[in-house]
């Protein structure tokens, strides 16, 4: 079946520590998205992919960072100058290099202890 | 700016209709997603209007008004597993800005 896997789906993260979270589609979409969902608020992104080697910065990129080097991986890396790093991260994919409709992975949580 | 407003909780009664508003300030629009999430899971697609008018999928229709800047999601035959956050989001060039979300409760 096709989709997007995230993992992992809990990660408890010391203060300091970088973690990195893995999305992988087999959708042969183009584009892919991380975005970070807490409480009482909606769904921000912090970057986005629209092709492969290329990546732009979404409105929350700082303490993130990602790389896509291959069409079907876009691994978010959550660095120790993240300042509040627990939250809900979604990753979601969507066909062609515009915001077409976007398929969600189920998430992960990252707690920092 | 950009900027999604919807109402933060709703309740409503099992077999009812409910009506979820949502208004949007973005520049590049090009339509209007709606997105339901059941809690710790991942959003699933609804929706999606780029023209005026109302769409109907089921129990579940998505209007827009480009010119108001406005679009509502109606949920008719309410059931208990309806019971989840609706997202609104815009599409604006390339991405889409999400709303808070609301909240629906569907009480017996």
């Known amino acids: 079946d096709g989709g997007i896997t995230q993992s992992p789906k809990y990660l408890f993260r010391k203060e300091g520590q970088n973690v990195t979270l893995s999305c992988e589609q087999n959708?042969?979409?183009?584009?892919m998205y991380w975005y970070r969902q807490d409480p009482g608020q909606g769904l921000r992104l912090i970057y986005y992919?629209?092709?492969?080697?290329?990546?732009q910065k979404g409105d929350i990129a700082e303490g993130y960072s990602v790389s896509r080097e291959k069409k079907e991986s876009f691994p978010l890396t959550v660095t120790s100058a993240q300042k509040n790093p627990t939250a809900f991260y979604l990753c979601?994919?969507?066909?062609?290099?515009?915001?077409?409709?976007?398929?969600f992975g189920a998430g992960s949580r990252l707690t920092v202890l | 700016g950009q900027n999604i407003d919807q109402p933060t909780e709703m309740t409503a009664t099992e077999g009812a209709i409910v009506q979820i508003n949502c208004t949007y300030q973005?520049?590049?629009?090009?339509?209007l997603f709606w997105y339901q999430q059941h809690a710790g899971e991942a959003p699933t697609f609804l929706s999606y209007?780029?023209?005026?008018g109302l769409e109907e999928k089921g129990r579940f229709s998505s209007f827009l008004s480009r010119s108001k800047g406005y679009s509502y999601l109606l949920l008719k035959e309410l059931q208990m597993k309806d019971s989840a956050s609706y997202l609104c989001?815009?599409?604006?060039?390339?991405?889409?800005?999400f709303g808070t979300g609301t909240r629906l409760q569907v009480f017996p």
């Open positions: 979601a994919s969507s066909l062609g290099s515009g915001a077409n409709v976007l398929t």
């Open positions: 959708l042969n979409h183009d584009a």
């Open positions: 992919s629209q092709i492969v080697n290329d990546f």
């Open positions: 973005t520049s590049g629009f090009n339509g």
């Open positions: 209007n780029v023209l005026d």
């Open positions: 989001a815009a599409h604006n060039t390339d991405k889409l800005i």
